[in-house]
């Protein structure tokens, strides 16, 4: 891998953002003191709480932010839903049902530690960014997005869900290079955002938040040219990338960059620099060639679940 090397000035990285997701979060002030029995909650405090084997690795201080933030959800939903009339009524995020009356079910507290860990167990911080979340969806009208066709000839080939990795998260690819129309692609970066938080939503689908809750992706840069490299698809990186970093959190297990040109590398040290420590520690990049790719990401996937062309054995995806 080459040393980082200073951006040009006129080729600005896409980003700044990403999701941040501290694996073991610090307890916090408004999530009581840490004890010595601050480890993974199986006490008494949670005989009476829905459980299954995510919500079994919950801490006490994370179920404590749980329970807060729960109780907190009728007043989470006024402020989300201000407009609408019944703002009460039970939603479904990620495929999992919220209703704020009856809000005790594990998958829920699976969710709801997604926004507590992303903001270090701090329960106003996390209400905020759970409100700002609900609020989002609506704005964007994600259940429009869903039902939009996207046009194939432009997006058929740009991202891809294949395999699992080996402790059954899914793997999801995004191909941003190749023989691609980068210019029908990214031309219309709002277009191209409905498309990538849709595929974003299909690629949550395949997590049941009971055993898993989090993917592998990839970003393929094979073919990318940095004259290619249009203000449309910095705009669309990074916008991207803030809207994963506000209201995706917590979904991504590790993030690889394969087929990076050297010429490029640049710009995933410009990522080091603006994303959080924590979850750059996530990101890899790796070089380019099935060897090279293989050898970085068979220890994460089986042969039998990656592509040959990353040095697997599985079929290459069309
Ligand atoms: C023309 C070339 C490129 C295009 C079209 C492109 C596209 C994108 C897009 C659309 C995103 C948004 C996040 C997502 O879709 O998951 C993104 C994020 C990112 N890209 Fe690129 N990119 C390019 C080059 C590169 C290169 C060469 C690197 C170096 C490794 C790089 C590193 C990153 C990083 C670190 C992120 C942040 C990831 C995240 O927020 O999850 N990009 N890129």
Redesign the pocket.
């Known amino acids: 891998m080459s040393e980082p090397t200073p951006a040009p000035t006129s080729a600005a990285p896409?980003?700044a953002?990403?999701?941040p997701v501290p694996e073991t979060p610090a307890p916090s002030a408004d999530a009581g003191a840490a004890t010595t029995s601050e480890k993974q909650g199986d006490g008494e405090r949670q005989e009476d709480e829905p459980q299954n084997p995510l919500t079994r690795k919950f801490t006490d201080a994370e179920w404590r932010a749980v329970k807060e933030l729960r109780a907190q959800l009728p007043e989470i939903f006024a402020e989300a839903y201000a407009a609408k009339e019944d703002k009460q009524a039970p939603v479904t995020l990620w495929g999992v049902q919220i209703d704020p009356a009856n809000p005790r079910d594990a998958r829920v507290s699976v969710v709801l530690v997604k926004f507590l860990r992303a903001r270090e167990l701090k329960v106003s911080e996390a209400r905020k960014m759970l409100a700002d979340t609900l609020k989002w969806r609506e704005d964007f009208k994600l259940a429009e997005v869903m039902d939009e066709k996207f046009p194939e000839d432009v997006f058929g080939q740009l991202g891809k869900i294949y395999g699992k990795g080996k402790d059954g998260h899914p793997v999801v690819y995004?191909l941003?290079?190749g023989s691609q129309d980068?210019n029908a692609i990214?031309g219309d970066v709002d277009r191209?955002l409905r498309w990538?938080v849709a595929f974003m939503e299909k690629s949550i689908e395949t997590l049941d938040f009971e055993n898993v809750d989090q993917m592998v992706?990839i970003?393929d840069?094979e073919g990318?040219?940095m004259l290619?490299?249009t203000p449309g698809?910095k705009a669309?990186?990074s916008q991207?990338?803030a809207l994963?970093?506000n209201y995706y959190p917590e979904l991504?297990s590790r993030?690889f960059?394969v087929n990076?040109?050297t010429f490029?590398?640049w710009?995933?040290w410009l990522?080091k620099s603006l994303?959080p420590a924590k979850t750059m520690e996530k990101?890899s990049?790796v070089g380019t060639g099935p060897k090279t790719i293989g050898a970085e990401l068979l220890p994460y996937i089986d042969a039998k679940e990656l592509p040959k062309r990353y040095g697997g054995e599985a079929p290459d995806f069309e």
């Open positions: 896409e980003v953002a990403t999701v995004n941003y290079g980068v990214f191209f990538r992706q970003h840069y990318v040219s290619s490299r698809q669309a990186a991207a990338s994963f970093q991504l993030k960059f990076v040109p490029m590398a710009i995933f990522f994303v990101f990049m």
